[in-house]
């Protein structure tokens, strides 16, 4: 059972979750939500397959945040939300990945509550759970890391001292969202915080999807390898976790970077 | 792109993801995994719904660890694997949830590579996920919690005490699997380490599913409440999150503990 949540009008917005761009990661429920959908809203970063899918009845509406075309704020997009809920619309929303996880769901779901309309909540495949699939390995594991944060490299930036110290000790594992340009940063205070030089350090581009890479490093050779890397797609980084086999999970990619 | 981890055999295991347990949550990908398969190994804890779509080719074999008919232990299963990939069987190891995330996967992923056969992980919804959708509520977000934590009930018995001071801070936000029986001792310490009493708690049990059942109580009340629901089904714990409409989330079943 999902709840929905009805409060008597004829518009709805189901917010839902793409997963990290193979179209075979969608799920059932998202494709019934496709079938049923008057307009899409989606990210930028919705892979081009998907999109097909999702527009086959519905009107497509990029609502991107970043990127080169014009800009959508947050604000225009929940004004956009409301104004097709009133017109009676059924709305997806179209988020990457899973919309619950660093996906700015609730100030959508807020525009959408104060104009009365109805929502609905469904769950993606998260780009942390297709990219360590990718690698081979678990988020989690017995007698390795017996919990697992999700994190972002912005978020990071206002680190306390002991967020630094707990994620520093011996056996953490981070996925860490859109830490491409902090990785710096973050390198620097782990080693400052005690982390070994040595952690595996990974990070899977466009994960699941036909132009993924995997970039296996360490802590201490992070920041130049992704210099040298030139990653422009999306990335997630795990830090504390190497691929399964480390001879056979290097790409011809990794060995261009040797 | 999902790597395929080939070594020259005709055997082959799928860890697939079932996600939570609604048949709608399963990805394009999982259906394709069962048209292909000869056998489903398949935990206790998949759905009767799902289990129907896995078996419509394939042979269904409960390798359920917990219950009251015969329990599986970890070695059997993972000799059950191997002897299925040696007969040149095509394997659908399905997993609750996503596998990725306390499933136990490695060991069975390491029998199956000691074994030269091939292998393959197909992600799926956490019950995280699910459940913090069912709830209107997302795992992160601005200005309330940047980082969230995915941990077990058992794990957390092994706490050092800095990951309960962590854990204790305003606007923690964690989501605990198997978190029921240690509800008890998790309240304690935190609030030992200065959690404050008030601090909201939610279970969904059986989340996704028609009898899912959400538990809206707080640290203070954790124990007792969790008592009187007699919760029998799988469920998710979130520390730190309240369903976003308290009045309207609060189902007939939270009535009658009132």
């Known amino acids: 059972m999902s709840l929905t949540h009805t409060q008597g009008h004829t518009g709805h917005v189901d917010f839902v979750g793409a997963g990290p761009g193979d179209p075979e990661l969608l799920t059932l429920k998202a494709l019934s939500a496709f079938e049923t959908a008057d307009v899409v809203l989606h990210d930028r970063l919705i892979s081009d397959d998907i999109l097909a899918l999702a527009g086959q009845r519905a009107e497509l509406v990029d609502v991107g945040k970043a990127g080169f075309g014009p800009s959508w704020k947050q604000d225009d997009i929940n004004e956009l939300l409301v104004e097709y809920t009133l017109r009676g619309k059924r709305v997806v929303r ?32 998260t780009a942390a759970s297709a990219a360590v699939a990718s690698i081979g390995q678990s ?31 011996t056996g953490s594992v981070a996925a860490i969202y859109m830490g491409k340009k902090s990785a710096r940063f973050v390198q620097g205070r782990l080693i400052m915080h005690g982390a070994d030089r040595k952690t595996p350090v990974t990070l899977v581009e466009n994960a699941s999807r036909p132009d993924q890479r995997i970039l296996s490093t360490t802590l201490d050779h992070l920041p130049s390898d992704l210099a040298t890397a030139e990653m422009h797609g999306p990335a997630l980084t795990f830090y504390g976790l190497a691929p399964r086999d480390a001879a056979r999970a290097l790409t011809e990619f990794n060995k261009e970077l040797a």
């Open 139 to 169: 988020l989690t594991r017995r007698g390795r890391n017996s919990s697992v944060r999700f994190l972002t490299g912005h978020d990071m930036k206002g680190f306390a001292d002991h967020d630094w110290a707990a994620l520093a000790r």
């Open 94 to 125: 179209l988020k990457s990945g899973d919309p619950t996880v660093f996906g700015r769901l609730d100030e959508e779901i807020e525009a959408v509550e104060a104009a009365g309309m109805s929502w609905r909540i469904v769950p993606g495949i």
